[in-house]
């Protein structure tokens, strides 16, 4: 079989890609490759809407994308809403949507064993030929890095809970293995998703004791479950320091390192990138290749001064005091907070940070972290 492109993997990147060029680029012969039997696995993303440009906005609500107006942020000393349109997509609404968009163009249960520039070697044997191959398969580069990771529970509960907008930071939780703080999502009057999520220095997690103090904080709000709808848990990498991932072949998401470096949100760099690419897109290996490598490369050098942020959270800051650094972040104006979500701070934006977080962290430790750069 020989095609324009193929894409492998049929996760969030690769997805938004597809929608794109069916949309921008119906002439367009493409295949996209998933081993699984659904797309996007199994997964919550979240973005603010102020994240993407509009037209993918409207693609990401059409894809399922359900919108709150407003989120919630709590702290020991600091309590705040903030007014800011705030998105969230399930990975089970983004296949029960996309399919559809994708007659012809999609194969399921299509595990790739050989992956090149130009052509997919399919474990049963189908060899799929194409002027460009993407690979946006989940392989996380190496770096130098510390992690977030969580244990999320879609759960039923047994009365209405009563949050109005999402509760993107509950930190006045014991702080464990770093900052701790409980993430919310309200997608109905009785189910909640409830994130537990660790800053921490290893990817390694207790799921049981995590499934404990998700239990505990709802207790602790006179709630219970009465069902486990679904569960995911992952160690998403923050980058430390080093150099831009470079891939002989394209790549795109995790393994190419498009996502924030402090707050490991992907779906805003995802949906940008997939615009740019189905209204541009070199339909030759090697000058797509050297397009792809150019825009991580230019991803990469736009989230240098996160990666400061996470050698101050990760080498400078004590494990317990990782906290105060997030909270007197959200002491900021909420233009700033909202350009530091999208990745697109100003430079007045980073004095500001580095002036409000600098009381949190002793000077020497900041210096030497700054410098292990």
Known sequence: MTHDLVLVGGGLANGLLAAQLRAARPELDFMLLERGPVLGGNHTWSFH????????????????????EGYDVRFE???RTLSGAYCSLRSEDFDRALRPRLEG?????????EVTARHVVLDDGRRLEA?????ARAAPAPMDCGYQKFLGQDVELDAPHGLERPLLIDATVEQ?????????????????LVEDTLY?????????????????????????????????????PLPLRGAAPSCERPRLGLSAGLFHATTGYSLPFAARLAERL????????PALTQWVNGEVERHWR????????????????????????????????????????????????????????????????????????
């Open 105 to 113: 163009r999609l194969m399921l249960g299509a595990a790739a064993r």
């Open 176 to 192: 464990l293995d770093g900052f701790r703080f409980v993430y919310v999502l309200p997608w109905s009057a009785t189910r909640l």
């Open 49 to 68: 809407a102020t994240d993407v440009s509009a037209s993918a906005l409207a693609l990401l609500e059409g894809l399922g994308a359900r919108r709150f």
């Open 278 to 285: 189905a209204a541009k897109l070199p339909l030759d290996a």
């Open 131 to 135: 002027r460009a191959v993407i690979d």
């Open 200 to 236: 921490s220095g290893t990817p390694d997690l207790d799921l049981e004791a995590a499934r404990g103090r998700i239990a505990a904080w709802l207790s602790r709000r006179g709630l219970r479950a009465s069902r486990v709808l679904r569960e995911e848990h992952g160690a998403l």
């Open 77 to 79: 000393g600091v309590q």
């Open 302 to 373: 736009s989230q240098r001064f996160f990666r400061l942020l996470n050698r101050m959270l990760f080498l400078a800051a004590a494990p317990g005091e990782r906290v105060r650094i997030f909270e007197a972040f959200y002491g900021h104006g909420e233009a700033l907070i909202s350009r530091f979500y999208a990745g697109q701070l100003r430079f007045s934006d980073i004095v500001q940070c580095l002036r409000r977080g600098a009381p949190t962290v002793g000077a020497l430790s900041a210096l030497r972290a700054a410098a292990a750069g």
